[in-house]
């Protein structure tokens, strides 16, 4: 075993974890999940068949990842944050042919307490405050609070907020440039020092 599981976590067999990686106290990894390497899953996470994690992922604690979540590289999903897969549960109707896909793409910060309503993408690099109730999809490198979420600015790779002025910006704290459009963030310039 190449990873790291606590005696009172449980890892189905079948589950396929990478390197590296570490899974805390009370936590449970279903058989046919996929997790990749340098991953770290809280206390009491709960991770489903039908989920793929990429490498250098943080989910805190009390986070359950359903079935039909991506988290992609470098996600990292805040303490009691929530994911959905059904739009119309009932306890009385199963609907399990109906889960709708969520994707977290690469570098994403999800803060604690928020809900993702499934069925929607998180752009690359999007911030999404604390408390915060996703319905929509996030454009790349966003800024979204409140309930429901909404954009109120653009924030770097390094995770500090962006000047609120459209046109070419660069981030106070690394350097990097963007490009600013009404619905859009696109990077311009790596971060001093990056290769």
Same mark, same amino acid.
């Given at each position: 075993?190449?990873?790291?599981?606590?005696?009172?976590?449980? @890892?189905?067999? $079948?589950? /396929?974890?990478?390197?590296?990686?570490? !899974?805390?106290?009370? +936590? &449970? #990894?279903?058989? %046919?999940?996929?997790?990749?390497?340098?991953?770290?899953?809280?206390?009491?996470?709960?991770?489903?068949?039908?989920?793929?994690?990429?490498?250098?992922?943080?989910?805190?604690?009390?986070?359950?990842?359903?079935?039909?979540?991506?988290?992609?590289?470098? @996600?990292?999903? $805040?303490? /009691?944050?929530?994911?959905?897969?059904? !739009?119309?549960?009932? +306890? &009385? #109707?199963?609907? %399990?042919?109906?889960?709708?896909?969520?994707?977290?793409?690469?570098?994403?910060?999800?803060?604690?307490?928020?809900?993702?309503?499934?069925?929607?993408?998180?752009?690359?690099?999007?911030?999404?405050?604390?408390?915060?109730?996703?319905?929509?999809?996030?454009?790349?490198?966003?800024?979204?609070?409140?309930?429901?979420?909404?954009?109120?600015?653009?924030?770097?790779?390094?995770?500090?907020?962006?000047?609120?002025?459209?046109?070419?910006?660069?981030?106070?704290?690394?350097?990097?440039?963007?490009?600013?459009?009404?619905?859009?963030?696109?990077?311009?310039?790596?971060?001093?020092?990056?290769?």
């Amino acid at each position: 075993m190449s990873y790291f599981r606590h005696p009172s976590a449980i @890892v189905d067999e $079948g589950a /396929s974890i990478g390197d590296e990686t570490k !899974i805390w106290h009370f +936590s &449970h #990894v279903c058989a %046919k999940a996929v997790i990749g390497s340098g991953c770290s899953l809280g206390q009491n996470v709960f991770v489903a068949n039908d989920v793929v994690i990429g490498d250098n992922v943080r989910i805190q604690n009390n986070v359950s990842v359903y079935d039909a979540v991506t988290l992609e590289n470098d @996600v990292f999903c $805040g303490p /009691s944050m929530v994911f959905t897969n059904v !739009i119309n549960p009932r +306890s &009385h #109707v199963t609907r %399990k042919h109906e889960y709708k896909r969520t994707l977290v793409r690469r570098g994403a910060t999800i803060g604690a307490n928020a809900t993702i309503v499934c069925g929607n993408t998180i752009g690359l690099y999007a911030m999404i405050g604390a408390g915060s109730v996703v319905t929509h999809d996030v454009p790349d490198f966003a800024l979204e609070i409140g309930v429901p979420a909404r954009r109120v600015g653009w924030i770097c790779q390094c995770g500090i907020r962006l000047p609120g002025a459209e046109g070419d910006v660069r981030c106070g704290a690394c350097g990097a440039g963007y490009r600013i459009g009404v619905d859009s963030c696109v990077p311009t310039r790596a971060p001093e020092g990056a290769h």
